[in-house]
């Protein structure tokens, strides 16, 4: 079919057959579809939607487009993802605490997109540490390790990165067909036998509204079984940050002390536990989330885990001792300031997603896809929602590169949190499941 006639029938509501969206997706990588195409047909959907059917082939069709990995573990391959939110190191402390339970994960992760932080960047903090390494290494490490997080290859789902480019300036980026046919065709290349999704709703969350967090949950979840990938979702809250760390290395540092037991945000620990849980009910290791919730949690209080975790870091390059030593290996800020309270009271509300924004605007994040990240820079000891502080006492610590960067980020973290008399409780912080 030719491209402006396939364009044409999503224009005017038409139903896309598998074979036209395949040869439209192939027309990718060999230019027979051009970017002015593929930018109309993106509007197209965004106008129109798609069915479940024709996510699913348009999904198929985008990891068909490179490699597709296939193992051969003594149990089985999963992985989550996670839609994106501010201090949000789940994957860094799930993938290990999976791994002990006798689960495998080839964990494909990304680099942080707007206000939220990215796995590889954070992983790009420890010295060493190689986040894209070839398919051989990766391989030999998910079987030998039982876990690696690594980054998308070239030749994972390449014509989904193409799309997003194109996506990203064409005011499509929202779509929710697009946003799961773009989010599952890489999980979908990397060879898993289940995947679990954390879906983030709230300030912080690119999905602010629990009804378009539930719609795309549901989205991702149906077009993921209906290309034979057993999934489930968690909808969780980010309405505040999930660590009490926001930044990169400082959400290494955070997860270190969450794996070897010296702290662990108590919010943070019941969303990467219960995910933890579904990735082994759905994996088949365990037969219901209770008993794979306790296995979970032995996996993280024996040290299992943190051991898992280092192994991982030192077969992927990183020092051998860095669980034992992170202090002496991760980037520190030259100036830790404290953010005081103007006032006493309880934190009854924070701007979930300008906290993120200040340490993007640190060097912490990207304003541009070619910029460099400051691994260093972020925001520790953040004040959860119901904390009570006296006006005065730090409602966070602020690592800076500069006198002036720090002040800016003082500024921003004190216009992010409202200081009441009273406040309510803060509600659950995994708000929903999508089977």
């Known amino acids: 079919m030719l491209p402006q006639e396939f364009i044409r029938l ?3 509501g038409k139903p896309l057959p598998a074979k036209a969206i395949a040869e439209f997706v192939g027309g990718f990588s060999n ?9 109309a047909f993106a509007m197209a959907v965004f106008l129109n939607g798609m069915s479940r059917d024709e996510a699913v082939a348009l999904t198929l069709a985008m990891r068909d487009s490179g490699d597709v990995l296939t193992w051969d573990l003594p149990g089985p391959a999963v992985d989550k993802h996670s839609t994106g939110g501010v201090g949000d190191n789940v994957s860094l402390m799930l993938a290990p605490i999976v791994a002990a339970c006798g689960a495998y994960v080839p964990m494909i992760s990304g680099r942080g997109l707007g206000h939220t932080g990215g796995t590889l960047d954070k992983m790009d903090s420890i010295p060493g540490y190689t986040s894209q390494p070839d398919n051989a290494l990766f391989r030999k490490v998910v079987r030998t390790v039982g876990c690696a997080v690594i980054g998308q290859t070239a030749d994972l789902a390449p014509a989904d990165k193409r799309f997003y480019g194109i996506r990203d300036v064409t005011a499509t980026v929202e779509s929710i067909p697009l946003i799961t046919a773009s989010i599952l065709s890489k999980k979908l290349s990397a ?7 954390d879906v983030k709703s709230g300030n912080g969350a690119f999905m602010a509204s629990a009804r378009d967090a539930a719609a795309l949950a549901k989205s991702l979840v149906e077009v993921a079984n209906g290309a034979g990938m057993p999934t489930t ?3 969780t809250d980010m309405n505040e940050p999930l660590a009490s760390a926001a930044g990169n290395a400082v959400e290494v540092a955070n997860a270190v002390d969450f794996l070897t037991g010296k702290a662990r945000d108590r919010r943070l620990e019941a969303v990467t536990l219960a995910l933890a849980a579904e990735m082994l009910v759905s994996g088949g290791i365990e037969t219901n989330r209770k008993a794979a919730l306790t296995k979970s949690k032995q996996a993280l209080d024996s040290g299992k885990a943190a051991e898992i975790f280092g192994k991982m870091v030192t077969k992927l390059g990183g020092p051998a001792d860095f669980v034992e030593r992170m202090g002496g290996y991760l980037p520190k800020a030259p100036l830790v300031k404290p953010v005081p309270s103007p006032k006493s009271g309880i934190v ?8 993120g924004l200040a340490v993007v605007a640190m060097g912490g994040g990207r304003t541009r896809p070619q910029d460099r990240i400051d691994h260093a820079v972020g925001l520790t000891a953040l004040a959860p929602l119901g904390a009570k502080v006296a006006k005065g006492e730090p409602i ?4 800076a ?5 720090a002040e800016a980020a003082i500024a921003a973290v004190t216009a992010a949190y409202a200081i009441s008399r009273e406040a309510a409780a803060p509600g659950p912080v995994i708000r929903r499941r999508i089977v």
Request: hydrophobic share 45%; proline share 0%; glycine share 6%.
């Open 10 to 12: 999503k224009r005017d």
């Open 31 to 39: 230019d027979k579809v051009t970017e002015g195409q593929i930018a």
């Open 191 to 197: 060879g898993l036998d289940a995947l679990v999704l």
């Open 233 to 235: 979702a968690l909808i």
């Open 348 to 355: 009854s509300s924070i701007a979930t997603r300008d906290i």
């Open 396 to 399: 966070a610590m602020v690592h």
């Open 401 to 405: 590169r500069s006198e002036d960067q």
